[in-house]
């Protein structure tokens, strides 16, 4: 059994204009120790995804339908109670922006200790010798001085790390990381990278990432979920993913990314457009939702929408025209 | 050579921090600390760098939105820095510019027509309104806006469209200069292809020059014809982008590159993680600025400061390794490659 | 190199392909209300507010027309008589009708809080635009406002009305006064921000003139932190006019005013509660309803400007 399963998940908010249907539909699964990734643009509901997950939405103006399923009990049937005992402890999270994230009038070390203290029951002085140990698992020099500093004290990616330690404290089996190197500099964000390919061999949680940058997707992740206003579109292994795109939102993303090394390579091509806009999810989308950007589209996509089919072995894709190989039964 | 189009020598930048009860001065931020470049008509020259560099203080004193501590910009022979403000005034039509954030650079209670008659208003270019509605509408067209966009208000319009708007009123003064100040980097990577699509073919239509200021490395290789890497204040190197990316000769131009994720899942590739932070622009290292994460630094680099100097043909690096035999040098032949890993 | 794989052609049939399940509607659907009345079920503070304000103001204009009395006419033998249907809030000891004098003492307060709102905020206005844009004067404005804002305004005005007559017009000047140091700090903060804003520095770059620019880039954009503040400012005048009359320092005991009222009523409080219930009960309601109107504003226009009041 999958460690998170995620069925048919809706989370929509109530607007003055209309109804945001941010998620609609999502069906996908994490195994134990397993790092997928959930890519797409902003407003494609990835985030949103997130913040269901933890029961994070508040509600109202949103509403969460569906089941989440984690170690076999159903997230969305949980009490307030059940839900905060879960939450920091056995599911965490690391979000895009450190700075805020964090507590700016405690120490450190104050603050990885307290999920510790409230989940583990730990005394004090068990708590802080943790922190300690967490800030050196996370790559922190000088951890017996840094427990003692407040957030302002470090760097951008020292809190980033910090976040990362307060997140694996309490040894979560689930890590949501929402966008976690985006407000990085390139340089800091390898350093980040790298970290979380590190302790994903040393801590064993399995990891979900949220990001919008393939480059990220391709460096950590195992199996990739690609999200368009709302919807899975297509998911599959990292490989095959990035090796044969099926969806054609999943290729024209692929095509509008310039490479690094194109001019060493000699192809260098003009960027693939995706024309025109993410379509407004306050009206219910008839047939495929891409149909409106797909230069593929025919009058079948705008009336019928299609199903996600394995098209390949593991390469599931929501497009009447991908090509569909042999599947073994 | 020609003669460049926009030259831009020793600039500095010094941003005084005031504290204290009267308001006095207690240091200063040294954001940009003796730069020089130049960009000849229609080329492309990027500045790379990470946040706090000082890239986009460059492009902002080219454009003298504030004083300049020291320095000279140089606008088709004519130096423009010492201008007072109302001489200044006509030739900033030869200055366009375009900013990050398209939400924040377009005031929202103006119509977009009005945006755009802004600047030819301003330097007197339409006759007569018959001649200022063609040219918005002109403007529109250029930036493949729908014609009827110019009644709108901009928060009618997406983050891309609102870009495409930027642009139109950096090209209403006719400019021969445009500053990119991460033009693209705020946008979703679909929208962004269509804006990088859009700049190039407009440089190349009206042969203009190009300052394009950005993080992103794989859009600077797409966008451009010579790069110039920034590093606390400073450039550390300047060369032809197929030199920089196939032989980068400063590390820290080597571990940036090494640094981009690139969309190849399992891409075999030599990495370079750099250690700490950059250091605070208000008390930049002495010697070397990089050498404090520098994986490649010894003795020299804590002491003396290296100047940029060219080491082949258009390829300027500020770098003391260069002064070492090739044996030793570990920034010596076409590493790029490697550290790219493309196939 | 990722090769992007053309899509299949041909034999793609509606009766071939797999539908997606329908997606349910989780959610009743949002009814759309048009005009007024989705604009006010949107923003149910300012229907409140508004409506409340709007009701005192025309209670202001057409208080001859409401029942009343002369509000200053004495009748020494009908003082101090309890609410009846003849007399809606009783009479207070020179025999005066509550009622009337409550009715009419709306205009002062509104007049007062409106005026004051109007003045300093234009005032307000001007001294901040100052204050943003020319940096040697900035310091030197800043340090007045700041001396002026280290007195409570209530005090300055008492003091400014200490030098002169009392009258509704020197009540207005005396409350300004005292309100426009709050109202230039909001003003200069503003600026500022609007100042790094690129859209400035375009215009800049666009060879717009600083007057211009002040004008048509910085000045539209106060408008709405401005109005917002100016219900606020408006709220507090009309206390502070309050206060004034009841200490004897305000409006003159001639004109009824609320604060006139309750000070008349002040030494009969503990026997005749209604001299003062009423017109304090008009007062915290106007009050309110100003704040209330004030806090609507807020939400309703641009929000990311108006976070900073």
Known sequence: ?329 | MSTPILEVNDLKKHFPIRGGFFGGVTGYVYAVDGVSFSIEKGETLSLVGESGCGKSTVGKAILKLFDLTDGQVVLDGQRIDDMGYSTLRPIRRRLGVVFQDPFSSLNPRMKVRDILAEPIRNFGLAKDGADLDRRVEELLDRVRLPRDAGNRWPHEFSGGQRQRICIARALAGEPDVIICDEAVSALDVSVKAQIVNLLQDLQRELGLAMLFISHDLAIVEHMTHRVAVMYLGKIVEVAPKKQLFAAPKHPYTEALLSAVPVPEPGAARERIILTGDVPSPINPPKGCRFHTRCPYAFDRCRQDEPVLRQTEAGHWSACHLHDKPDAENPLAGARGAAIIAHH | MASASVLSPGDVTPGSVKAAAPLPDIMPPVKARKGLWGYMYRNPAIAIGGTIVLAMILMAIFAPFLGTVDPTALAPARRTREPSAQYWFGTDMLGRDVYSRVVYGARVSLIVGFAVAFFSSVAGLTIGLISGFIRWADNIIMRIMDGLMSIPSILLAIALMALTRGSVGNVILAITVAEIPRVSRLVRGVVLSLREQPYVDAAIASGTRTPVIIWRHILPNTIAPMTVQATYVCASAMIVESILSFIGAGTPPIIPSWGNIMAEGRALWQVKPYIVFFPALFLSVTVLAVNLLGDGLRDALDPRMAKRI
């Open chain 1, 1 to 329: 059994m999958a460690l998170l399963e995620v069925e048919n998940l809706q989370t929509h908010f109530r607007a003055a204009d209309g109804i945001n249907r941010a998620v609609d539909g999502l069906n996908f699964h994490v195994n134990a120790r397993e790092t997928v990734a959930i890519v797409g643009e902003s407003g494609c509901g990835k985030s949103v995804t997130a913040m269901s997950i933890l029961r994070l939405i508040p509600e109202p103006p949103g509403k969460i339908a569906g089941a989440i399923r984690f170690d076999g009990r159903d997230l969305l049937t949980l009490s307030d109670r059940e839900m905060r005992a879960i939450r920091g402890n056995e599911i965490s999270m690391i979000f895009q922006e450190p700075m805020t994230s964090l507590n700016p009038v405690l120490t450190v070390g104050k603050q990885i200790g307290e999920t510790l203290r409230l989940h583990q029951g730990m005394s004090s002085n068990q708590a802080e010798a943790r922190a300690v140990e967490m800030l050196k698992l996370v790559g922190i020099p000088e951890p017996e001085r840094r427990v003692r500093e407040y957030p302002h004290q470090l760097s951008g990616g020292m809190r980033q790390r910090v976040m990362i330690a307060i997140a694996l404290a309490c040894n979560p089996k689930l890590l949501i990381a929402d966008e976690p190197t985006t407000a990085l500099d390139v340089t800091i964000q390898a350093q980040i990278l790298d970290l979380m390919r590190d302790l994903k061999n040393t801590v064993g949680a399995a990891i979900v990432i949220i990001t919008h940058d393939l480059g990220v997707v391709a460096e950590v992740a195992e199996r990739v979920i690609v999200m368009y206003a709302g919807r899975k579109v297509e998911e599959a292994a990292v490989e095959k993913l990035f090796r044969n795109p099926r969806h054609p939102y999943t290729q024209g993303l692929l095509g509008s990314m310039p490479k690094l090394g194109s001019s060493l390579s000699g192809e260098e091509t003009r960027l693939q457009e995706i024309p025109g806009l993410v379509p407004s999810l306050k009206r219910k989308i008839d047939g495929c939702v891409f149909a409106s950007r797909c230069s593929y589209a025919t009058d079948l996509c705008r009336t019928i929408s299609p199903a996600l089919e394995e098209k390949a072995e593991g390469h599931i894709a929501a497009c009447h025209y991908a090509i569909k190989e042999a599947v073994a039964a």
